[in-house]
């Protein structure tokens, strides 16, 4: 954690998924919600950075699932955050309303059905965005040196963020969760896995050299890319 922060960025559990909070020159940027009721996690990371609340200035959100928005509404609530996602999924985020995305294996194919069984339980409280992504943002007005650029594949308006210092947050196009066991893939959910690996080329073609996802711990570009010359052969 001590390196991560060193280096302007921590990641923060936000239940079973990531938030990756970004040092800015004037103050903090957040990168993904997490669940619900977990909210208080940001307040804490910002605190041991000397930051207050309402330093976090934008949460960007990579993509309108459940695990990554549910605690959205409590930190915009906390901080008075602008909230930052992707144009096709920005009405979703409005009605709170749960995307449940085609999958890829039979696994991810059991848990969608899981939650087609379960009406409302991939629900959360919506919340009104204040910029939508088309295909690129420029986060200079955050402070930071990057940009938000558009990775369908995952869901239609996934989006990733691309730092100048080579740290790239992309929410669920990629996965390390059980790496040992499962290495790193992309996620057995998805609109369109050829969309996904031209989305890890984009992020690999942009200079990213360490790969922080929304779901296990960051690895190095050199991990995507042997992954995908391997998923692409």
Do not use: K
């Amino acid at each position: 954690m001590a390196r991560m922060r060193r280096r302007g960025f921590q990641r923060v559990r936000i239940g079973f998924a990531n938030g990756w909070l970004i040092r800015s020159r004037v103050g903090a940027v957040l990168v993904d919600a997490g669940f619900a009721r977990r909210g208080s996690r940001v307040g804490y990371a910002l605190a041991r950075w000397g930051l207050r609340p309402r330093d976090l200035g934008l949460v960007i959100v990579t993509h309108v699932h459940f695990d990554h928005v549910g605690g959205l509404a409590e930190i915009v609530r906390a901080t008075g955050a602008y909230v930052a996602v992707g144009a096709p999924e920005a009405g979703a985020l409005r009605s709170g309303r749960a995307i449940l995305p085609p999958a890829f294996t039979v696994r991810g194919r059991l848990a969608v059905a899981l939650g087609r069984a379960l009406p409302g339980s991939m629900d959360f409280r919506g919340v009104q965005p204040d910029v939508e992504i088309g295909d690129e943002l420029d986060l200079a007005p955050w402070g930071l040196d990057g940009r938000v650029v558009a990775t369908p594949g995952h869901s239609r308006g996934s989006v990733s963020v691309l730092l100048d210092n080579g740290a790239a947050f992309v929410g669920d196009l990629a996965a390390s969760s059980f790496r040992r066991f499962l290495g790193v893939r992309p996620s057995v959910f998805g609109d369109d896995q050829g969309q996904i690996l031209a989305g890890w080329r984009r992020v690999l073609d942009a200079g990213a050299r360490v790969i922080c996802p929304g779901h296990g711990e960051e690895f190095t570009a050199d991990v995507l890319r042997r992954v995908l010359a391997q998923l692409s052969s």
